[in-house]
């Protein structure tokens, strides 16, 4: 079953330089999507138009057997309940102002009456977030603490569970571990691996490391200067029908 | 602007203390005032006129013979109320102003900034002496031309403030939920701006004391015989030399308020402009 | 040998940064620094140069040449740097300044060494920037007109123009992404060879180290907890700490003919 299609995709920033060039995807549910690229190859610009941050200038995605571009009010917030996020900079991604677990709660009060959770079970505000917090591996107390009281590691385990908080359909995962040191890179890939398993979301996980990539990811998709030069089964990376690029791209990891 | 020359660490625990004791005590003489007061402040008297200081007038009285403290402590009321009805006034209609042309943008926010350049481009203190100048004396038309002055202030600051905030990541995801402009704006944005506009106000509060006293002063604002203390000291002005501790009262008054709207100031300040976004 | 730090004391007021470090670097040698962020390998490198802040206190010694980098005067520190000793950074922006192109910049570094004449200096800064695969016309350029990349190998001409013998990297690849990362490292790999100049790697990221180093040191808390050959710290990790490091770098499983070869 497919969760999301994305159909010829188009999109610009300067006239007459696709940023976003023609760009078919589609996930499946359950599945982790890679999609690798150099940075200003458009991965990023990918993410915002699903995310519906930025209008698409040609082509559509599909949620749900409909387009999101024509949308009614109620599709396009079900599909927001459906489609979660998390940013490269977790700093930047918490407001620095909100106690964690003020954060935490912010996606489950916006969808708290359309909402059925199976995996998390909401009783009390403080109950929910301690479970949240103990889902990412986190000590609960952390819940009354600020951001800048947080390691690095720790705030992207909290943009996290915020992200699964609702139990959507997909994580769109915008370069996750690429400002973390090496040991929480390793443990963020592992958590989110984890996670996938218990909870059966999807993911499109963008980043320019192939092997962080590899080691998550079921399918990968290769992007360069705005297209999608190759999609293939994470098995059959080392085929020799893979594209010149996605050899390169091997050849350095 | 520090008020104390002392060590950092001392000059904050000092600053804890003498805010909460001053605080206390302008509080007891607001209720004073309230509660009991032996004279009335407009009550001429003139066979006891510039009367030296007795247990029935701990100041004595001025040249029509009415009780300095009493008219002090009324002043007090008077001066501090009107500074708070004015900055509160600006804060109502500077905040959401902000809010708005910051969020919104457009046409919205390019007619704001040129007003907002048309006030900066004069001081506060002429800018209040012309309005009220042009609709009249009188305290009701200070207060409106100080509103004017100072709305712009806390709306240009909120305006940058959202401007920066809205930026960064955590608003997109906010937006990314779909939560409503007026959700972002009180769950996510409000908490960067209070801190700022308290700490504006409190600096703005002794500004403002300072400019109703001065214009009061000069005839622009309050009228005699109300017992503001801008006015007490114009209306002291003939007796300088004979009588001075008519005028040192009223400027003493001024000076020591201002001074703890200062030091409060200085407090908020140091209170919410801990740098918390600091990385680990 | 070409650098030998023995028992190098970093410390801010009472805090010690860097724990009795002792290192010898050999000529034409990449040697690898790995370590999280914290763990004072930035300060060690800074140490050897004598760019730590006013606040810094080192102790210990840095030897090169038979005389104690820590203690030379600042005239003397001058002529040392650039030519014995120069450095690349994380932030490559922040080592260019905006209003200067690259022309003035290797301008500057070669009159302070002595090179007086206008027209050698204009032919040593286009061939520099030949070197490391730019265009010899962006010696005109200012910082801003050149991509992230472009700017990395800007510096590292910049860096290597006098011919140092050790170059110091710290963390040079870190703000790029992984494809221009390799760029980088492989262009440095070259000129390496070329220059025979000895290169202490400054990263968190381990499949760098892999890849190109001949020696790797792996710092925790200030302290050196294990160093070797390439070979052997990849093979027989001893320390429980690099094992953890090796382990959290993700890779791509190893070819199937490979495996079968190794």
């Given at each position: 079953?497919?969760?999301?299609?994305?159909n010829?995709?188009?999109?610009?920033y300067?006239?007459?330089?696709?940023?976003?060039?023609?760009?078919?995807?589609?996930?499946a549910?359950?599945?982790?999507l890679?999609?690798?690229?150099?940075?200003g190859c458009?991965?990023?610009?990918?993410?915002?138009?699903?995310?519906?941050?930025?209008?698409?200038?040609?082509?559509?995605?599909?949620?749900?057997?409909?387009?999101?571009?024509?949308?009614?009010?109620?599709?396009?917030?079900?599909?927001?309940?459906?489609?979660?996020?998390?940013?490269?900079?977790?700093?930047?991604a918490?407001?620095?102002?909100?106690?964690?677990?003020?954060?935490?709660?912010?996606?489950?009060?916006q969808?708290q009456?359309?909402?059925?959770?199976?995996?998390?079970?909401?009783?009390?505000?403080?109950?929910?977030?301690?479970?949240?917090?103990?889902?990412?591996?986190?000590?609960?107390?952390?819940?009354?603490?600020?951001?800048?009281?947080?390691?690095?590691?720790?705030?992207?385990?909290?943009?996290?569970?915020?992200?699964?908080s609702?139990?959507?359909?997909?994580?769109?995962?915008?370069e996750?571990?690429?400002?973390?040191?090496?040991?929480?890179?390793?443990?963020?890939?592992?958590?989110?691996?984890?996670?996938?398993?218990?909870?059966?979301?999807?993911?499109?996980?963008?980043?320019?490391?192939l092997?962080?990539?590899?080691?998550?990811?079921q399918?990968?998709?290769?992007?360069?200067?705005?297209?999608?030069?190759?999609?293939?089964?994470?098995?059959?990376?080392?085929?020799?029908?893979?594209?010149?690029?996605?050899?390169?791209?091997?050849?350095?990891? | 602007?520090?008020?104390?020359?002392?060590s950092?660490?001392?000059?904050?625990?000092?600053?804890?203390?003498?805010i909460?004791?001053?605080?206390?005590?302008?509080?007891?003489v607001v209720?004073?005032?309230?509660?009991?007061?032996?004279?009335?402040?407009?009550?001429?008297?003139v066979?006891?006129?510039?009367?030296?200081?007795?247990?029935?007038?701990?100041?004595?009285?001025?040249?029509?013979?009415?009780?300095v403290?009493?008219?002090?402590?009324?002043?007090?009321?008077?001066?501090?109320?009107?500074?708070?009805?004015?900055?509160?006034?600006?804060v109502?209609?500077?905040v959401?102003?902000?809010?708005?042309?910051?969020?919104?943008?457009?046409?919205l926010?390019?007619?704001?900034?040129?007003?907002?350049?048309?006030?900066?481009?004069?001081?506060?203190?002429?800018?209040?002496?012309?309005?009220?100048?042009?609709l009249?004396p009188?305290?009701?038309?200070?207060?409106?031309a100080?509103?004017?002055?100072?709305?712009?202030?806390?709306?240009?600051?909120?305006?940058?403030?959202?401007?920066?905030?809205?930026?960064?990541?955590y608003?997109?995801?906010?937006?990314?939920?779909?939560?409503?402009?007026?959700?972002?704006?009180?769950?996510?944005l409000?908490?960067h701006?209070?801190?700022?506009v308290?700490?504006?106000?409190?600096?703005?509060f002794g500004?403002?004391?300072?400019?109703?006293?001065?214009?009061?002063?000069?005839?622009?604002?309050?009228?005699?015989?109300?017992?503001e203390?801008?006015?007490?000291?114009n209306?002291?002005?003939?007796?300088?030399?004979?009588?001075?501790?008519?005028m040192?009262?009223p400027?003493?008054a001024?000076?020591?308020?201002?001074?703890?709207?200062?030091?409060?100031?200085?407090?908020?300040r140091?209170?919410?402009?801990?740098?918390?976004?600091v990385?680990? | 040998?070409i650098?030998?730090?023995?028992?190098?004391?970093?410390?801010?007021?009472?805090?010690t940064?860097?724990?009795?470090?002792?290192?010898t670097?050999?000529?034409?040698?990449?040697?690898?620094?790995?370590?999280?962020?914290?763990?004072?390998k930035?300060?060690?490198?800074q140490?050897?140069?004598?760019?730590?802040?006013?606040?810094?206190?080192?102790?210990?010694?840095?030897?090169?040449?038979e005389?104690?980098?820590?203690?030379?005067s600042?005239?003397?520190?001058?002529?040392?740097?650039?030519?014995?000793?120069?450095?690349?950074?994380?932030?490559?922006?922040?080592?260019?300044?905006?209003?200067?192109?690259?022309?003035?910049?290797?301008?500057?570094?070669l009159?302070?060494?002595?090179?007086?004449?206008?027209?050698?200096r204009?032919?040593?800064?286009?061939?520099?920037l030949?070197?490391?695969?730019?265009?010899?016309?962006?010696?005109?350029?200012?910082?801003?007109?050149?991509?992230?990349?472009?700017?990395?190998?800007?510096?590292?001409?910049?860096?290597?123009?006098?011919?140092?013998?050790?170059?110091?990297?710290?963390?040079?690849?870190t703000?790029?992404d992984?494809?221009?990362?390799?760029?980088?490292?492989?262009?440095?790999?070259?000129?390496?060879?070329?220059?025979?100049c000895?290169?202490?790697?400054?990263?968190?990221?381990?499949?760098h180290?892999?890849?190109?180093?001949?020696?790797?040191?792996?710092?925790?808390?200030?302290?050196?907890?294990?160093?070797?050959?390439?070979?052997?710290?990849?093979?027989?990790?001893e320390?429980?700490?690099?094992?953890?490091?090796?382990?959290a770098?993700?890779?791509?499983?190893?070819?199937?003919?490979?495996?079968?070869?190794?």
């Amino acid at each position: 079953m497919t969760v999301i299609e994305i159909n010829n995709l188009k999109k610009s920033y300067h006239p007459g330089k696709l940023a976003v060039n023609d760009v078919s995807l589609s996930i499946a549910k359950g599945e982790s999507l890679g999609l690798v690229g150099e940075s200003g190859c458009g991965k990023s610009t990918l993410a915002r138009c699903l995310l519906g941050v930025e209008k698409v200038d040609g082509g559509s995605i599909i949620y749900n057997e409909r387009s999101l571009a024509n949308a009614s009010r109620k599709a396009l917030r079900d599909y927001r309940r459906n489609v979660q996020t998390v940013f490269q900079n977790p700093t930047a991604a918490l407001n620095p102002k909100l106690k964690i677990k003020d954060s935490l709660l912010d996606p489950f009060l916006q969808f708290q009456d359309e909402l059925q959770l199976e995996h998390f079970h909401f009783s009390s505000k403080q109950a929910f977030v301690e479970q949240l917090l103990e889902t990412v591996e986190l000590p609960k107390e952390l819940g009354d603490r600020y951001p800048h009281e947080l390691s690095g590691g720790q705030k992207q385990r909290v943009t996290i569970a915020r992200a699964i908080s609702i139990e959507p359909k997909l994580i769109v995962l915008d370069e996750p571990t690429a400002s973390l040191d090496v040991l929480s890179q390793g443990a963020i890939l592992e958590l989110l691996a984890s996670l996938q398993e218990t909870l059966g979301m999807s993911y499109l996980f963008i980043s320019h490391d192939l092997a962080a990539v590899h080691q998550l990811c079921q399918r990968i998709a290769v992007m360069k200067d705005g297209e999608i030069l190759d999609v293939f089964q994470r098995d059959n990376i080392y085929d020799n029908s893979r594209h010149d690029y996605t050899k390169e791209l091997i050849s350095i990891f | 602007m520090s008020v104390i020359a002392l060590s950092p660490k001392k000059i904050k625990k000092t600053k804890i203390w003498l805010i909460s004791a001053l605080l206390v005590l302008l509080l007891a003489v607001v209720a004073y005032t309230f509660l009991y007061l032996k004279h009335d402040a407009t009550m001429t008297d003139v066979g006891n006129r510039l009367a030296s200081p007795s247990w029935e007038h701990p100041m004595g009285t001025d040249h029509l013979g009415r009780d300095v403290l009493t008219r002090l402590l009324l002043g007090f009321r008077l001066t501090v109320g009107y500074s708070l009805i004015a900055l509160a006034a600006a804060v109502i209609i500077g905040v959401p102003f902000g809010l708005l042309a910051g969020l919104r943008g457009g046409w919205l926010d390019r007619v704001f900034m040129r007003i907002a350049d048309g006030f900066l481009a004069f001081p506060d203190t002429v800018i209040a002496i012309v309005l009220s100048g042009l609709l009249g004396p009188g305290i009701g038309n200070l207060l409106f031309a100080i509103v004017l002055v100072k709305w712009v202030n806390y709306a240009r600051m909120v305006r940058s403030t959202v401007l920066t905030e809205v930026q960064k990541d955590y608003i997109t995801i906010a937006r990314i939920n779909g939560l409503s402009t007026f959700t972002i704006m009180r769950r996510h944005l409000l908490p960067h701006i209070i801190g700022n506009v308290l700490v504006l106000a409190s600096l703005d509060f002794g500004k403002i004391i300072l400019l109703i006293s001065s214009l009061s002063y000069i005839g622009l604002g309050a009228q005699p015989p109300t017992p503001e203390w801008g006015a007490m000291l114009n209306e002291s002005r003939p007796y300088f030399q004979a009588n001075p501790e008519m005028m040192v009262y009223p400027g003493l008054a001024i000076v020591v308020v201002v001074l703890v709207a200062n030091v409060l100031g200085d407090y908020l300040r140091d209170k919410f402009d801990v740098k918390k976004e600091v990385q680990p | 040998m070409i650098l030998s730090i023995k028992d190098l004391t970093v410390s801010h007021g009472e805090k010690t940064i860097v724990d009795h470090v002792s290192l010898t670097i050999d000529k034409g040698e990449w040697f690898a620094l790995v370590g999280q962020s914290g763990s004072g390998k930035t300060m060690l490198s800074q140490a050897i140069g004598q760019l730590l802040g006013p606040n810094l206190r080192a102790s210990g010694s840095v030897n090169y040449q038979e005389s104690n980098i820590l203690a030379c005067s600042k005239t003397e520190m001058n002529q040392l740097r650039g030519k014995a000793i120069s450095y690349i950074f994380q932030d490559y922006h922040g080592s260019f300044t905006p209003f200067l192109t690259i022309q003035q910049h290797m301008d500057e570094y070669l009159q302070t060494h002595g090179v007086k004449e206008k027209q050698k200096r204009n032919s040593m800064a286009k061939e520099a920037l030949e070197s490391v695969g730019l265009d010899a016309g962006f010696v005109k350029r200012y910082p801003f007109q050149l991509s992230g990349g472009q700017l990395q190998r800007a510096s590292i001409a910049l860096a290597l123009l006098l011919e140092p013998d050790i170059l110091v990297a710290d963390e040079a690849t870190t703000a790029l992404d992984s494809v221009s990362a390799h760029r980088i490292l492989s262009l440095l790999q070259e000129l390496q060879q070329k220059t025979g100049c000895a290169i202490l790697f400054i990263t968190h990221d381990w499949r760098h180290v892999v890849r190109y180093s001949d020696k790797i040191a792996v710092m925790k808390d200030g302290k050196i907890i294990e160093v070797g050959t390439k070979q052997k710290l990849i093979h027989q990790p001893e320390h429980a700490y690099t094992k953890q490091l090796i382990q959290a770098a993700p890779t791509l499983p190893l070819r199937v003919r490979e495996v079968s070869k190794s």
